[in-house]
């Protein structure tokens, strides 16, 4: 059974900084990873979705990464800003079915 | 603008009633999904529906029912069997967008129980 973890769940950084959200699976055989932000109380909203062919994908500051082999995606947010705070998830995408990761919260401080 | 609708944003119950929350799409998708968001978890998934008049449950589909009559639509209801109900509700759909399968959700639907 595919198990999407994420780590940190809460992070904190100053405006203006680079970070990396991280977020791993167990079981390799995917057809696509996607990021998705929610902010409180939302839906959530797609960032990028990484098919299992692909090794990047990169929309304005953000980039995400998969290394099925690994079993691990990361999503780098470049100079980061206040109004990037909100939770991060990633989700793993099956045969009809998605799993989620239960999500980094970022606070980004100005 | 096509996107996902659920109704209510908020909805109160008392014990031993069943409600029903609203999920309408205009996208013309033909997968539809319900999940459960709890405080510090992530999504889990209720129901789903790959096509009209059909649907399978999920991972946590005990105390909750849904229908797919339209293509359209995909109503959930919590039912009295459903012992802690009190959550967030979000309902999404499937579709291409840029060629990739992509998973759109509505604004969520925050179920309180009295």
């Known amino acids: 059974k595919q198990e999407v973890t994420q780590i940190p769940a809460a992070l904190s950084v100053p405006e203006g900084e680079n970070l990396v959200l991280n977020c791993s699976f167990t079981d390799s055989a995917i057809y696509n990873l996607q990021w998705f932000r929610q902010d409180p109380g939302k839906g959530l909203t797609s960032l990028l979705l990484i098919q299992s062919s692909q090794r990047e994908q990169t929309s304005g500051r953000l980039n995400a990464s998969l290394d099925k082999s690994s079993g691990r995606s990361t999503l780098y947010i470049a100079a980061s800003q206040p109004g990037d705070s909100a939770t991060y998830l990633c989700?793993?995408?099956?045969?009809?079915?998605?799993?989620f990761g239960t999500g980094t919260r970022l606070k980004v401080l100005a | 603008d096509g996107g996902i609708t659920q109704s209510p944003k908020y909805l109160f119950r008392k014990e031993g009633q069943n409600v029903t929350l609203s999920c309408e799409q205009n996208?013309?998708?033909?997968?539809m999904y319900w999940y459960r968001q709890d405080p510090g978890q992530g999504l889990r998934l209720i129901y789903y529906?790959?096509?009209?008049?059909?649907?399978q449950k999920g991972d946590i589909a005990e105390g909750y029912s849904v229908s797919r009559e339209k293509k359209e639509s995909f109503p959930l209801t919590v039912t009295s069997a459903q012992k802690n109900p009190t959550a967030f509700y979000l309902c999404a759909s499937n579709g291409l967008a840029g060629g990739q399968d992509t998973q759109y959700f509505g604004p969520g639907t925050r179920l309180t129980v009295l």
């Open positions: 989700a793993t995408s099956g045969t009809y079915k998605y799993i």
């Open positions: 529906s790959q096509i009209v008049n059909d649907f």
């Open positions: 996208l013309n998708h033909d997968a």
